[in-house]
């Protein structure tokens, strides 16, 4: 009896539908980023000055960087997270060399804000000591990933990035947690907005690390990948061997 095996690798990867996931992050960064064209819109347009922003017209430079920073790594960040470009090694090194310039910039500018810029009518302590704590993890973040990127560790530098950009997005979140306490409430005390902002810098810190968990119990189980493939949560497809012999007739596919 002769038997012959034939194996065809199979180059393919199954994939999950990942746009509702990119939709929803380019959803939830349109609020700082309208946000921030209309603050822009007030500096060139020759608004009133106001107590509310004071600040910006007597230092434009750094709220200006910070908006133009923030949009761009908030928005072409959410693309990262589509797995069918974060396969192209192409796509993820030119999106990352501006995603990371971009996120650090975002970052320093606004811990120059929070340390240089008066404390805004409403804020108080708490939310300034806040600001500098998600405002340094944040830059760290992005640095720890650039390093890990720089040995080759795929694995680690998902999971930086990944909490970089959930705290970079997360003037979209802060939005949601305070418009409702404004219409059922009205306007909060500063500990009450120190809360409510601070709850959506935990929210998406929270998770982004359910996200590097899941990533992490998906490459367990599928321990031959690695590379970019694996930091984007691809799934390899088994192969399958054709054995063909003399009792067996037509071909029997075998896992």
Known sequence: MTTQVSSAPVSRVRRRPQWPVAAGLILLSLIPVIAGAARLTELTGGAAV?????????????????IVSVTTYSLLGAFQFLPSL???RG????????LAPAGLLAALSGLWMTLFYPLPPGDGRALFVLRLVFGSAMAASIVLGIAAIARRDFVRHGAWMTRGY?????????????LPWMLLVGPPDEPTRAALLGSAWVINVAIAEYVIRR?????????????PTAAAGLEPVKRTT?????????LDSRA
């Open 50 to 66: 106001t107590p509310q922003n004071a600040r910006f017209f007597a230092s434009p430079v750094p709220v200006v960087t910070h």
């Open 86 to 88: 974060r396969g192209r």
């Open 91 to 98: 796509w993820h090194r030119v999106a990352g060399r501006v």
């Open 166 to 178: 959930a705290i970079g997005v997360a003037a979209g979140t802060q939005a949601l947690t305070g």
């Open 215 to 227: 990533r992490a119990q998906r490459a367990k189980r599928t321990p031959r990948a690695s590379g």
């Open 242 to 250: 054709a054995v063909r012999t003399p009792e067996s007739g037509p």
